[in-house]
């Protein structure tokens, strides 16, 4: 089997805990990226998608700079604000009203998974847009 590109989703269930932030959790997305390149190959393209957690905005902003730094570190490696896209398409709030995402500030509607994907799909197809914070061509 040969694979082409590895998105991996992290962030909502750690934005939402109470764990610090910190070189605990960087080593763990560390062992995470390790984890895959040894299933993948080392040269496989790899995509971090951070969180919808906007019960604390802050917080999740703190998990994906955290994700970002991660994906800075490791070649071939990429990181895409799921909340970057929100916010930068109206807020929670919009999103909600549009039936987008769920009362709960965490999860999304199915529609507004869609939207996730396609925004993502945009990425991937242009670089430097749509809420990239890095870039995996380097």
């Known amino acids: 089997v ?3 590109l590895v998105v991996v989703a992290f962030g ?7 764990r610090a ?7 763990e997305v560390d062992e995470a990226i ?6 993948a190959g080392t040269t496989v393209p790899v995509v971090l998608l ?11 902003r703190a998990v994906d ?12 490696t990429a990181f895409w604000s799921m909340s970057n896209l929100i ?8 999103w909600r009203a549009a039936g987008w995402a769920q009362s ?17 799909t945009e990425a991937l197809m242009a670089p430097g847009t749509s809420g990239w914070v890095s870039d995996a061509r380097r």
């Open 12 to 18: 909502t269930n750690e934005a939402s805990s109470r």
């Open 34 to 39: 390790a984890t895959i390149r040894a299933h």
């Open 65 to 76: 700079e955290a994700l970002e730094s991660a994906a800075n570190s490791h070649r071939d």
């Open 104 to 120: 709960d500030q965490v999860h999304l509607a199915r529609r507004g998974y869609a939207r996730l994907a396609e925004g993502l």
């Open 87 to 94: 916010t930068e398409s109206g807020g929670w709030g919009t």
């Open 50 to 60: 951070g969180g919808t957690y906007f019960k604390d905005l802050r917080r999740q």
């Open 2 to 4: 040969r694979t082409d």
């Open 21 to 27: 932030l910190g070189a605990t959790y960087a080593h």
